[in-house]
């Protein structure tokens, strides 16, 4: 790092966008393998993707728009219906360095402004792992999903609060859905402290989520959660790391404490009813 900070142009946003859209399409994929249904589908959408997982999951979105020109009226029409006939919003989450028409294109359509969520990034290079975090192994997924799942519960009370209020059978499908990531789990008086993931997607390791159990809060569970997935970045040869936190939060302030730079905001544009569903931002995860 030696204190460079990174700037993000249109070319990175479109690159890490590409790389959101690309774990949504996976997310999606294996919820309907789960589900043994035909209702979830992601369909390309304007270069980005329209995915939808099940109701009030957090990989049922619209994700990537505005870096390959606007999307059809019919092709948008399209995915409305289809949001519709499952009876979800359709919520887009537009990146803020994304062609500014489309916004406005949203606007005119119904769509209103509900929310926003920041996009942190930083190069990745020799990080210390650090102690009392280590990969989960093999049997030891359902009480990870448990332990996240509680730990959401719990939400952090600083910063912007979210508009994102998953069930818990939800999110444990969403994290149970999350398509060829690495889980982690932070062990501390002998027992899970938190949970974090994290998957690469051509060159970038996406930081997909981080829970700390109530108890265990403000003992550096999360920057220990953050390192361990760093040196582990970089050992897969990333180049980048990325991660999503509400605006103003705790885990906002304990990436950036890490050295991730705040890279661009996005916008989450909602038509039909109040939608429960983002990214899961790691700031409602973490504390």
């Known amino acids: 790092m030696d204190g460079e900070r990174l700037f993000c142009d249109t070319a990175l946003a479109a690159r890490i966008e590409r790389a959101e ?18 209702a979830a589908f992601a369909r390309p959408l304007a270069g980005g993707v329209a995915s939808f997982a099940e109701a009030d999951s957090p990989f049922t979105k619209v994700i990537g728009l505005g870096f390959d020109g606007l999307p059809s009226a019919v092709s948008l029409a399209e995915v409305e219906q289809a949001f519709a006939e499952r009876g979800a919003p359709v919520q887009v989450e537009l990146c803020q360095l994304a062609e500014p028409s489309v916004g406005a294109f949203l606007t005119e359509r119904g769509y209103r402004l509900e929310s926003f969520e920041n ?3 930083r190069r ?3 990080t210390d792992p650090g102690e009392g975090v280590r990969p989960t192994h093999d049997d030891e997924l359902e009480p990870w999903l448990a332990m996240i799942a509680d730990a959401t519960a719990v939400a952090d009370t600083e910063g912007v609060p ?3 209020d998953f069930p818990r059978e939800t999110l444990i499908h969403a994290l149970r859905d999350m398509a060829g990531v690495r889980r982690y789990v932070a062990v501390r008086r002998g027992e899970f402290a938190g949970g974090a993931s994290f998957r690469v997607t051509d060159g970038i390791a996406q930081f997909t989520g981080a829970a700390t159990a109530p108890a265990h809060r403000r003992r550096g569970v999360q920057t220990a959660l953050l390192r361990a997935r760093l040196a582990a970045a970089t050992a897969a040869g990333c180049d980048l ?3 999503t936190t509400q605006p103003g ?8 404490r890490q050295g991730f730079d705040l890279l661009y ?3 989450i544009l909602v038509k039909g009813t109040s939608a429960t569903s983002s990214s899961g931002a790691e700031s409602r995860q973490a504390s």
């Not at 859209?21 to 789960?34: L, Q, V």
């Not at 939060?249 to 950036?256: A, G, H, L, R, Y």
Request: glycine residues 10%; positive net charge; aromatic residues 2%.
């Open 21 to 38: 859209a690309r774990f949504t399409e996976a997310c999606s994929g294996a919820a309907r393998a789960r589900r043994g249904d035909t």
């Open 119 to 121: 996009v942190l990034g």
């Open 124 to 126: 990745l290079g020799d």
């Open 162 to 164: 979210s508009h994102e």
């Open 241 to 243: 790391a990325v991660v």
């Open 249 to 256: 939060s705790k885990s906002q302030q304990n990436v950036q």
């Open 265 to 267: 905001a996005r916008a």
